[in-house]
Every structure is written in C-alpha cells, then in structure tokens.
C-alpha cells in the first residue's frame, strides 16, 4: 500500500520561505518520478513541480519558475519543495504525488499521477 505524507505547510508573510517534504512508503521510491501539486478554494488542482525518479531533470509551473525548487533523496524515500518569495496567490494545499509508471522524464499532466498525499495547507499572508 502506498503512502505519501507531506509535511512543513504553515503560515508565512509574502516574501518569506517554506519547505515542503514528503516521505513515501509501499513502493520503490528511486523508480518513479515525483511532483508537486496544488490547490487553492474554488479553484481546480494545478501542477507545481515535477522531478525525475533519478532527480536528473525537473520542470516547473511558469508561475513558480525562480522561486520554487523540487528535489528528491532517494535513500530518504523522501522529495522537497523549496518555496522562496511567496505570494498570497500561493495560499492552497499543497500535494506530493507519485506516477503511475516508471516512465523516464518529467509530467505535470495529473492523470499520470496515480498516488497522493493527504496534502498540507500553505497560507501566506499580505
């Protein structure tokens, strides 16, 4: 059985930092490629970041892009999201979700993702 648990959400001030993690558990961790996700009220769930099973590439919402930074620990089972300069229109749950297959490369396509956590709540204040 496959288990995500995320961690490290919390309430910041626009400017600040956060660092998100997720440890995984019932499956090959170092197989399958990882990703970050979100989700704000009223609004649909949207990709963040993406990182590959072996951590070589990555990819990321253009809305993110030179603030956010995902990485992975394979001895760990666990990934990161590193959040720099945040935004109120950060403000949402945040996801850690694993793929279905063991494909190379990265997606930010949802349906790819087959697992996910129970999500931890980012609130940044103006």
């Known amino acids: 059985q496959v288990q995500l648990v995320e961690s490290g959400g919390g309430v910041v001030q626009a400017g600040g930092s956060l660092r998100l993690s997720c440890v995984a558990s019932?499956?090959?961790?170092?197989?399958?490629?990882m990703g970050w996700f979100r989700q704000a009220p009223g609004k649909e769930r949207e990709f963040v970041a993406a990182?590959?099973?072996?951590?070589?590439?990555?990819d990321y919402a253009d809305s993110v892009k030179g603030r956010f930074t995902i990485s992975r620990d394979n001895a760990k089972n666990m990934v990161y999201l590193q959040m720099n300069n945040l935004k109120p229109e950060d403000t949402a749950v945040y996801y850690c979700?694993?793929?279905?297959?063991?494909?190379?490369?990265?997606?930010?396509?949802?349906?790819?993702?087959?697992?996910w956590g129970q999500g931890t709540q980012v609130t940044v204040s103006s």
């Open positions: 979700a694993m793929r279905r297959n063991s494909y190379s490369g990265t997606t930010g396509i949802t349906a790819n993702y087959g697992y």
């Open positions: 019932g499956r090959t961790f170092s197989v399958y490629g």
């Open positions: 990182i590959s099973k072996s951590g070589d590439s990555n």
